[in-house]
């Protein structure tokens, strides 16, 4: 029989919804604080008028055109390399998966920055489908590496280290090549978004989109690989499919976000960490907590990357390289002393 009330979510989706809500309210607040730190420092009435009246001056142009969609752009960049580590992690069910150490990242980076040396009359509008197509390759020689393994974490994280690693030394020696490129490439290289702006956010915003919705889309599939491969097959999964989707859809927000921005550090491999930690109950409340965490983080990078040294910047992956380092330090500590004391 039926009692005829409303039946009430689980509470911890009503813990995920809120943690969520209360990340992105966050991440406004961050986004509008941004607006008003900069070489040239806004007073809260200013940023107010030039969102709502501008009128082409120099405030306007500052907010409009430098600021805002800078911010806007760290936001989905994070949000976007944040849910890439989350489906890594979820597919080889290794914490240490994610797009720098899975050779994803470096499988991106190195052919763009070969076709920036040596085919400059390549137009930037492709640098996406060549990331994405050095990315899956970066990934999928991961993955063989590992198999020798049978695809243990262990043999997992040291076969991307392998690729990554091997990659890295051919983005170097072209590097060497450059010459005057240098100095841009590099900067690059450490990621970051300065002089980005609302061009390079349409330029990388599907990209971000397609990878998000498409996890969304897929949750109930991730709910299944995140317990083993057997258990997913005998379930009725088509492993073969759904693990080069996921695979695909890890890949390209980093082919949209890497040419625009560069390899950002960490955001993919910690921001996961994090959110298992808020214990949101589902795929779908992860992948939400996930975006709304991993944009924070960027976003809240960008702004300290672009203050604390005014009016020189510091590149983005600096910063979460020194903020998610310790982080990350910290959790896998918390894990391993959770472990010890269970035995």
């Known amino acids: 029989m039926t009692s005829g009330r409303t039946a009430r979510p689980p509470a911890h989706h009503l813990r995920a919804l809120t943690v969520t809500a209360a990340i992105t309210v966050i991440s406004l607040l961050v986004i509008a604080g941004g607006l008003t730190i900069g070489t040239r420092p806004l007073a809260p009435q200013a940023v ?74 390549l137009s930037s509008a492709l640098y996406p489908f060549i990331g994405m197509a050095g990315g899956l390759a970066g990934a999928s020689a991961t993955f063989w590496i590992a198999r020798g393994g049978r695809g243990r974490p262990l043999h997992l994280a040291l076969g991307g280290i392998s690729v990554s690693l091997f990659l890295g030394a051919i983005t170097t020696y ?40 498409g996890a969304l889309a897929c949750h109930r599939v991730l709910d299944l690989l995140a317990l083993s491969e057997q258990a997913a097959a005998g379930m009725g999964l088509r492993l073969a499919f759904w693990k080069s ?48 965490l991993g944009g924070l983080m960027t976003a809240s990078a960008d702004i300290i990357a672009r203050s604390v040294a005014a009016p020189k910047e510091i590149p983005v992956g600096i910063i979460t390289a020194l903020i998610g380092g310790p982080v990350f330090i910290y959790l896998v500590q918390r894990r391993d002393g959770a472990r010890a004391g269970g035995l």
């Open 174 to 213: 072209v590097l060497l090549l450059s010459g005057p490129q240098v100095p841009s490439l590099l900067f690059w290289l450490s990621g970051g978004f300065q002089g980005r702006s609302w061009p390079q956010l349409a330029y990388m915003a599907p990209w971000v989109i397609v990878g998000v919705a």
């Open 48 to 121: 107010m008028s030039a969102l709502f009246t501008p009128d082409g001056k120099i405030d306007s142009i500052l907010v409009w055109t430098l600021r805002l969609p800078r911010s806007l752009a760290a936001f989905v960049g994070g949000a976007g390399l944040a849910v890439s580590g989350y489906l890594m992690q979820t597919l080889t069910r290794n914490p240490l998966a994610g797009p720098e150490l899975t050779g994803v990242s470096a499988g991106a980076v190195a052919p763009i920055v070969f076709c920036f040396v040596f085919l400059p009359w």
């Open 245 to 292: 989707a996921v695979l695909f859809l890890s890949v390209l927000p980093v082919a949209g976000v890497a040419p625009v921005a560069g390899p950002v550090a960490f955001v993919g491999l910690a921001t996961p960490h994090i959110v298992r930690l808020l214990r949101p109950g589902s795929p779908a409340w992860s992948i939400a907590l996930t975006v709304a």
